[in-house]
């Protein structure tokens, strides 16, 4: 299992932009993918953008062209640079960890997008 550690995260104007970051720790080696999921109040969590081990990446088409997730193997931490932000991007945002038989979450940052 892994130990997941959100920062990052707080308020930005519509357009603008914020960089998350999650840092991981524990059995690193076991991890097959690892991503950012979002709850917004009164809605379901929902997948951001994860990359695996392998390197793939996939994003929610609502935030493709404006999110970017990438990954620092040395510090064993993952990034998601949020550009163009909108309000609907408002929201807790989580980092997952998903490997052979378990799936790890962060304790979540808030992100708040003013209009």
């Known amino acids: 299992h892994v130990q997941l550690v959100e920062s990052g995260g707080g308020l930005v104007q519509a357009g603008g932009s914020l960089r998350l970051s999650c840092a991981a720790s524990?059995?690193?080696?076991?991890?097959?993918?690892i991503g950012w999921y979002r709850q917004a109040p009164g809605k379901q969590r929902e997948l951001v953008a994860a990359i695996t081990s392998s390197g793939s990446r996939n994003y929610a088409d609502s935030v493709k062209g404006r999110f970017t997730i990438s990954r620092d193997n040395a510090k064993n931490t993952i990034f998601l640079q949020m550009n163009s932000a909108k309000p609907e991007d408002t929201a807790v945002y989580y980092c997952?960890?998903?490997?052979?038989?378990?799936?790890?979450w962060g304790q979540g940052t808030q992100v708040t997008v003013s209009s």
């Open positions: 997952n960890a998903r490997g052979l038989g378990y799936v790890n």
């Open positions: 524990g059995s690193i080696f076991s991890i097959n993918s």
